[in-house]
């Protein structure tokens, strides 16, 4: 059976990987409207994100891509509202903020760490809070957040993915009388995943 997902609006909050490229295609061949933003504001982030962009309006579908940092709560909320006002709604909202690099904990400095939670921990969480507010408005809908499981061999990496599961499975059970789904996919399989979880 084919999930038809004609009509709905998903936020995909991303780096523009190759992998986030396969979430945005597949989301966009079974009907539904992207708006792509980015994790930080690097240069190959907009780049990459605008291309993936640009395959979506290939496809047939509305779409629109922001640079943002979505670290920070103003421009995750900016950003949340901003996709609302150009594309009428949003029913969900996927965060893909791997891959991680893979460092040893130890041989971390604090700036690099303080860069590791920031974009692999705190940007997630400030984009799930901004767009649960305008999903909630809008009726309902699913929060995902999608974890690189190639991290366990890694302590720093396993700690991010740890945190991120934990996020999204107590959000999932907070938020279940708001009409909110919070959960989290393996990024091997997310395509697939996704797009069954919206159907």
């Known amino acids: 059976m084919i999930t038809d997902l004609t009509g709905k609006v998903v936020a995909l909050i991303c780096r523009g990987g190759e992998d986030d490229r396969a979430i945005a ?8 409207d992207l708006a792509l933003g980015t994790i930080s504001k690097a240069k190959d982030e907009e780049f990459s994100t605008a291309s993936i962009a640009n395959e979506v309006w290939a496809i047939g ?7 943002i940092d979505a670290a920070d709560p103003a421009e995750a909320a900016a950003f ?9 709604r949003c029913d969900a909202v996927i965060v893909a903020a791997g ?8 041989e971390l400095s604090r700036d690099e760490w303080d860069v590791f939670v920031r974009e692999g921990v705190t940007a997630p969480l400030m984009s799930v809070l901004a767009f649960a507010r305008v999903i909630e408005r809008g009726g309902g809908g699913a929060l995902i957040v ?7 061999g ?4 396993a700690m991010v993915a740890e945190s991120l599961r934990a996020m999204a499975a107590n959000m999932g059970i ?6 909110l789904r919070a959960l989290s996919v393996s990024r091997e399989g997310a395509p697939e995943q996704i797009v069954s979880a919206l159907g």
């Open 25 to 32: 295609v597949a989301l966009a061949e079974a009907g539904a």
């Open 61 to 67: 579908r509305e779409q629109m891509n922001s640079v």
């Open 80 to 88: 949340a509202a901003e996709v609302v006002d150009r594309l009428r």
């Open 99 to 106: 891959p991680i690099p893979r460092v040893a904990v130890d």
């Open 146 to 152: 999608v974890i690189d499981g190639a991290l366990y």
């Open 154 to 157: 890694d302590v720093g990496g």
């Open 174 to 179: 907070g938020w279940r009388d708001r009409n």
